[in-house]
């Protein structure tokens, strides 16, 4: 079992920036990728940002050049820095950790919302 928690949501303006972090517990030992998505009121949960053993990342195109992923190198935690905030950057942000062969997530934490308002 891999336990997820996230922290750094808020209230930023548009064109702020915030740092969102996301603890990981348990059998981290296992984990071979986590990654970020998020999910918007009437949407469905998109990706965001991903990173893998290796250090390969992955990055929607809607958040290429502003946002950041990257990971402690025992996978004790996961990062995403977020720069030039946008209102449609709104949402509910959720860390996921990959452990087994298979293609789909298998942990995920509780969210922590994302308010880009001015």
């Known amino acids: 079992q891999v336990h997820l928690v996230e922290s750094g949501g808020g209230l930023v303006q548009p064109g702020g920036s915030l740092r969102l972090s996301c603890a990981a517990s348990?059998?981290?030992?296992?984990?071979?990728?986590m990654g970020w998505y998020r999910q918007s009121p009437g949407k469905e949960r998109e990706l965001v940002a991903t990173i893998t053993n290796s250090g390969s990342v992955n990055y929607a195109d809607s958040v290429k050049g502003r946002f950041t992923i990257s990971r402690h190198s025992a996978w004790y935690a996961v990062y995403l820095q977020m720069n030039t905030l946008k209102p449609e950057d709104t949402a509910v942000y959720y860390c996921?950790?990959?452990?087994?062969?298979?293609?789909?997530?298998?942990?995920w934490g509780q969210g922590t919302q994302i308010t880009v308002s001015s």
């Open positions: 996921c950790a990959h452990v087994g062969g298979g293609t789909s997530w298998d942990y």
């Open positions: 348990g059998s981290i030992v296992l984990i071979n990728a």
